[in-house]
């Protein structure tokens, strides 16, 4: 299925971004890399877009849904990726919309799965499942005051995070289009049925109409021309009779 090379790509630019942001070494290649401190803020187009590194225990854009249910969000992870890819290729053949809309949600939910698998024993500070979802990307937001808290920016987030939003939206808006398209289909579907109904029905007047018209015609009508004359041979009760 050629569409999951999407979600490779979105795996790969995932992780490789984030391996730069947290730090890794690959002594083989010789390879190393400090990555940035926790907390550090880097800008990149002044304060409306910048890189600031922080970590988060749970879900997408730092919501931190507490270490307890850490485990269950990753075999829920597991098992929806598993369910996508299962769709993906029963439905191979699908439109090219829904299967990408799936894939950047499977390569968003795949990105982040390591992270919480993994990473805590890549980067030793926790054992399996109990890693946390590295996040940089730091963009400005009108100020929003929400149960007596002030949000001036939107909450961190990273590559994982930004495909599976494009994916969802995506999704919402193919399958309302195609939702509007099977209405108009069915509308017009309904609309042929009538006219069709409609012209059989005349069609059927027409010719009864036509029968009727046909055996009313004085052409058609039995004239009796062999009827008998009258008797003219009956005898006259009021002639004279020879004495």
Do not use: C
């Amino acid at each position: 299925m050629r569409i999951l090379i999407t979600t490779i790509l979105i795996v790969l630019a995932d992780q490789i971004s984030k391996f730069f942001i947290k730090g890794f070494s690959i002594p083989i290649l010789g390879i190393h890399s400090n990555g940035l401190g926790y907390g550090d803020k880097h800008e990149i187009f002044g304060s409306l877009v910048r890189i600031t590194f922080v970590e988060n225990p749970g879900m997408a854009f730092g919501i931190d849904i507490g270490i307890s249910s850490k485990l269950f969000l990753s075999i829920f992870s597991i098992a929806a990726s598993i369910g996508i890819l299962i769709y993906l290729y029963q439905n191979r053949n699908e439109r090219f919309m829904l299967r990408f809309s799936l894939a950047l949600i499977l390569g968003g939910a795949i990105g982040n799965l390591i992270d919480r698998v993994f990473y805590g024993v890549i980067y030793g500070y926790a054992q399996l499942f109990q890693g946390k979802v590295v996040d940089f990307v730091d963009v400005d937001f009108f100020d929003l005051n929400l149960f007596g808290y002030i949000y001036d920016r939107w909450p961190i987030f990273n590559v994982a995070d930004m495909a599976v939003s494009v994916g969802v939206i995506l999704l919402i808006l193919f399958s309302r289009k195609l939702a509007e398209k099977n209405e108009a289909a069915l509308a017009g579907i309904g609309t042929n049925s009538n006219l069709q109904l409609e012209g059989e029905m005349n069609s059927s007047l027409n010719q009864n109409i036509s029968e009727a018209s046909t055996q009313n015609s004085p052409d058609n009508k039995e004239v009796n021309n062999d009827q008998p004359a009258l008797n003219n041979d009956k005898p006259d009760n009021n002639k004279e009779i020879p004495i």
